[in-house]
């Protein structure tokens, strides 16, 4: 397995080019990452044949079907098999607009909030104006007011976690209570920063210096791209996709995806060769899943975050492990075994 931080002022990564951090956008990082790939199998021809896929999430829904595109049209010699994207931005009204109505069905949200996202400010335009211009006095009061409810307390990568308290000090007594029952580590963002900038962990990576502090300015207007069109041509070139979503997160809902994908579907005239179902992990169901035409897949993971293999690894090896085999996802716990 082989992991890209990406792209350059990213992490470790970095440009030996200082101006190269004042404009970043989709078509440099799908550059870089092919130039890398070519000059990594170049170093290791010996897995140059082996079947290759690419993963990433959240924004990898742009990064990972550029960069299989590029690959497909530069003709280099991968073996590409295959996408995943977990909990991808695909299409900025639709992912974004899908957060109002995942936050009022999960009860974040009132009434009253939901209809302003409804008929005065939606998520799409509270997005656009804050990258933009600023927003307009009436999304800002829809936007304040969502928060208000919400509150800061609220993981909305995982709106069923509960948070991490030790920035709070005189919480520090109940984040060790809540440790003491927590299957997973609230802190653990804080303590992996920590982990990378001790100097014997960056020594073992052959890192060059702390995690990157660099100010990386990335072109905003990538973010409205749409990306469908984008797995359409991978999919008429025979690479399988699998768009999957952890279904606690509020951020890139599986709402938007799964009519994203169903509309990908319907536009390639694909036909269902799963249909939408449960898909198991040990005896509990994992998620739901429906594919098409048997290269096209969609599914969720039940209890999974935005980053889901953090908070469910056991039920994403399983839905990682089917798919590079080419199997379907287990339809009882029998079927496991």
């Not at 060059?208 to 990306?227: I, R």
């Not at 994908?261 to 390639?268: D, K």
């Not at 198991?280 to 899943?289: D, R």
């Amino acid at each position: 397995m082989l992991y890209l931080e990406s792209p350059a002022g990213v992490g470790f990564s970095y440009s030996a080019n200082a101006s190269y951090y004042t404009s970043v956008d989709d078509n440099m990082t799908a550059r870089d990452n092919l130039v890398f790939l070519e000059n990594w199998f170049n170093k290791f021809p010996e897995y140059k044949n082996t079947d290759f896929f690419i993963t990433g999430e959240s924004y990898g829904g742009h990064y990972v079907p550029q960069l299989a595109q590029l690959i497909i049209q530069s003709k280099v010699q991968f073996n590409l098999k295959g996408i995943a994207i977990g909990n991808p931005l695909l299409e900025f009204n639709t992912d974004f607009n899908s957060k109002g109505d995942y936050l009022w069905s999960h009860g974040l949200v009132s009434d009253d909030t939901y209809q302003l996202f409804n008929n005065a400010c939606n998520y799409s335009q509270i997005r656009r104006q804050a990258q933009n211009d600023g927003l307009t006095p009436v999304c800002s009061q829809v936007s304040k007011q969502a928060s208000r409810e919400i509150s800061k307390f609220i993981d909305r990568y995982d709106v069923t976690l509960d948070v991490c308290l030790s920035s709070l000090g005189s919480q520090a007594q109940v984040l060790s209570r809540l440790q003491d029952t927590e299957k997973i580590d609230v802190c653990v963002e804080d303590e992996t920063i920590n982990y990378l900038n001790r100097e014997d962990v960056q020594k073992a990576f052959h890192a060059a210096f702390a995690a990157n502090d660099s100010v990386l300015h990335y072109e905003l207007q990538n973010l409205e791209t749409p990306m469908i069109p984008v797995l359409a041509s991978l999919v008429k070139s025979g690479i399988r996709v699998l768009v999957y979503s952890g279904d606690q997160d509020s951020v890139i809902p599986l709402i938007g995806t799964r009519i994203l994908v169903n509309g990908l579907a319907r536009e390639l005239g694909l036909n269902t060769t799963v249909p939408y179902r449960v898909w198991f992990e040990g005896s509990q169901v994992a998620g739901w899943t429906q594919v098409y035409g048997d290269i096209l897949s969609f599914a969720t993971i039940r209890g999974a975050s935005h980053e889901a293999p953090f908070s469910q690894p056991e039920r994403s090896l399983v839905l990682f492990n089917t798919f590079l085999g080419g199997k379907p996802l287990p339809l009882s716990a029998e079927s496991i075994h």
